[in-house]
């Protein structure tokens, strides 16, 4: 009986890790400042209206990624390719593997706090994937 109370209390006070740790699998690279918006920044510059004295933010430039900041990193990996399985010979007569592009645009990213957490689970929510072997991993 004191056994079985001692495993529930275990149970109850024993918490899972957060993930720290995700592996994203984008359709393309151009999905990426739509699907990691909250990586984007964008610059804005305050125009002041003389007549009316009102002022308004208007975008200035492009928007750009920012792969690292406070409590997150982003690896973008991009392409990855795989052997086929054939090989191939150059022009000096030294073989190498031929490989193609698998499909999907492919980044990793680190958390280190809860700053971006929603945003990063709901990524991983739409776009994780469990590779069996990582071709990039955190170290």
């Not at 024993?14 to 990426?32: G, H, Q, R």
């Not at 150059?90 to 593997?97: A, D, I, T, V």
């Not at 980044?107 to 971006?116: E, F, Q």
Request: hydrophobic share 35%; with cysteine.
């Amino acid at each position: 009986m004191e056994e079985q109370i001692i495993e529930e209390v275990l149970e109850e006070v024993i918490v899972e890790p957060k993930k720290t740790d995700f592996c994203l699998k984008l359709p393309s690279e151009a999905d990426m400042p739509t699907a990691l918006a909250d990586f984007y920044k964008q610059e804005y510059v305050t125009v002041v209206d003389e007549e009316t004295g009102e002022s308004t933010q208007t975008p200035e430039g492009e928007p750009y990624f920012v792969a690292y900041g406070a409590g997150y990193a982003v690896d973008v990996i991009g392409n990855i390719h795989e052997p086929t399985g054939v090989i191939l010979t150059n022009e000096e007569g030294m073989e190498y593997p031929e490989t193609a592009a698998l499909d999907g645009w492919h980044l990793n990213i680190r958390l280190s706090g809860d700053s971006h957490r929603e945003a990063v689970e709901a990524l991983d929510a739409a776009y994780g994937v469990t590779p069996n072997s990582p071709s990039r991993v955190w170290l």
